[in-house]
């Protein structure tokens, strides 16, 4: 008796939508890039979850730190796409900016600052940076 497989022959990542969203750039949309992030981390999990619990927060922490880069050293509009790997999770962010991100010294007596480009190289697999004539793209992988 010939009996139809219970699984699907599609991978985690087919299955998944990725998840795309414009922000106009202003202060909020900090929190809405971070809520888009959650949404599509919630649909994710459903079918695939992250192989340490660490894995969703360190996501979300980058996503919040590229979106607040965007906010404050590219003016207008940004985007974020987020997409499911094999192995992980890619993030991209367009921007307006068409200068790459550096690394900057961190001077808690001056406020704070300088720490977010290093937290993403930290917590991300690759990151690259492609600068086009209409901003850049930042390009970020992470575990799932």
């Known amino acids: 008796m010939a009996t139809e497989p219970r699984w699907s022959d599609k991978l985690p990542s ?22 888009a992030a959650e949404e599509f981390l919630r649909a994710l999990a459903r079918s695939s979850p992250p192989t340490a619990p ?17 906010v404050q050293y590219a003016p207008g509009v940004f985007e974020l796409t987020m997409r499911r790997t094999f192995d992980g999770v890619h993030v991209t962010v367009h921007d307006t900016s068409t200068t790459p ?44």
């Not at 087919?14 to 809520?35: I, N, Q």
């Not at 660490?54 to 965007?70: C, Q, R, T």
């Open 14 to 35: 087919e299955e998944m939508e990725k998840c795309h969203a414009v922000f106009d750039g202003g202060l909020g949309d900090v929190t809405a890039a971070r809520l």
């Open 54 to 70: 660490e894995h969703w927060d360190d996501i979300l922490l980058v996503v919040n730190e590229l979106a607040a880069n965007a």
């Open 101 to 144: 991100p550096e690394p900057r010294a961190f001077h808690p007596s001056r406020g704070g600052g300088g720490i977010g480009w290093h937290l993403v190289h930290t917590l991300c697999t690759q990151v690259s940076v492609v600068v086009r004539e209409d901003g850049k793209d930042v390009h970020v992988f992470l575990p799932w």
